[in-house]
C-alpha cells in the first residue's frame, strides 16, 4: 500500500547564521502576525506562535559556526540559529503564504 503522505506528522529544523536569534524570532513574528517571546534558558530560545496557535521555536545550536558579513562585527554564541516547527500535517499545513 502506498504512503499517503497527506496523512503523515513531520516537522522541521532549519539552522542558520548571519542573523541572530532576536531577529530571526522578530521576522518569524512578522510573517506570522504575531510576537516573538525570549523565554531564555540553556538554549537562549525564542517562542513565537503561528496563527494556528502551534509553537515555533528559535534556539541556539553549538554546532553552528557563526558567520556574519560585516567583517568589523564580532560575533558570538547569538548568531548560532536554529528555526524548530511545531509538529506538522500536511493537511494543515499551508506552505504557500510562506513562499510570496
Known sequence: ?????????????????????????QTLANLFGTRAEHSGGGYDAYRVKDLD????????????????????????????????SPKLECPTFKIGHLLK
Not at 70 to 81: A, D, F, N, W
Request: glycine letters at 8%; aromatic letters at 8%.
Open 1 to 25: 500500500m502506498p504512503l499517503d503522505f497527506r496523512d503523515q506528522y513531520f516537522g522541521c529544523e532549519i539552522e542558520l547564521t548571519g542573523i541572530n536569534r532576536a531577529t530571526a524570532a
Open 53 to 84: 496557535g502551534k509553537e515555533w521555536k528559535i534556539v541556539r545550536d553549538g554546532s553552528i559556526h557563526p558567520e556574519c558579513r560585516r567583517r568589523s562585527v564580532l560575533i558570538g554564541e547569538t548568531y548560532k540559529v536554529e528555526l524548530n
